[in-house]
């Protein structure tokens, strides 16, 4: 009896130890399986720090300056990137004020008009303008924490000539009452009809230089300057500094 339950202890370690060893077989086996799998689908790369990712937004705010006026801006920009360094971009702004001497004879015209009506008012002419435009960004690469970029392209330009009139001190106002100094006339000489000048639309030319400063995480402080070229019947070149924010994906 004890040599028979010797024995079946006996086969009980023996078909212990086989199961762990081809438990142990499977494993080493199973092995090169996943190095291969990891081989077949890498992990994916992180975004480059200084600006590797694959689309940007970026709003800006400054000044504009033409031989007529300085007045403010507003760009709205975004692309995506084409290779690691080259990205394609879109973008719309607006304009306050760029080439108001143009206009400024036919408001002139205006106050005489409203002056035979013994109507004393003064004018300003304004043109606002809003564009939009398209072209490619090339980040340039350095070792610096912020990135410079260059900026080309091409867009559209539509332009709205408006106009400022105010009465002159104790003149009489259209409606028929007394003007105070410094009272705003437009919307009254404006209701009369009067003509401030003709909008016009016109093929642009920009090129920009900027940098971009990370600030946290995907924010980053961008600082820009352009120069641009529109193609109107009376040809303005307008140049300005901005600055605003950048968003990266």
């Known amino acids: ?48 720090e200084r600006g590797g990712t694959a689309a940007f937004v970026s709003a800006n705010f400054g000044m504009s300056v033409t031989p007529d006026a300085t007045a403010p801006m507003g760009d709205l920009d975004a692309g995506f990137r084409m290779s690691k360094h080259l990205s394609m971009f879109g973008g719309y702004g607006l304009v306050r004020n760029l080439q108001p001497a143009t206009h400024q004879p036919y408001v002139d015209i205006a106050v005489a008009q409203i002056a035979r009506r013994q109507i004393s008012v003064t004018g300003e002419a304004r043109e606002s303008a809003q564009y939009a435009w398209g072209g490619l960004r090339l980040d340039l690469p350095t070792s610096w924490h912020a990135s410079p970029y260059l900026m080309a392209g091409a867009g559209w330009v539509r332009s709205a000539p408006s106009a400022q009139f105010t009465y002159g001190a104790g003149s009489a106002t259209v409606s028929g009452s007394t003007a105070t100094t410094g009272q705003d006339a437009t919307s009254d000489v404006l209701s009369t009809g009067v003509f401030v000048g003709d909008g016009w639309n016109a ?31 009376n040809p303005v070149t307008a140049q300005g500094l901005t600055v605003g924010f950048t968003y990266r994906f």
């Open 1 to 48: 009896m004890a040599v028979m339950t010797h024995r079946i202890a006996c086969v009980i370690v023996l078909a212990v130890v086989t199961v762990i060893q081809a438990r142990a077989q499977t494993g080493t086996s199973s092995q090169p399986q996943s190095a291969n799998a990891a081989a077949d689908f890498p992990e994916k790369p992180p975004p480059d």
């Open 203 to 233: 093929l642009m030319f920009r090129w920009a230089a900027g940098l971009s400063i990370p600030i946290r995480g995907p924010w980053g402080i961008d600082a820009r300057y352009r120069w641009s070229r529109m193609f109107a019947a």
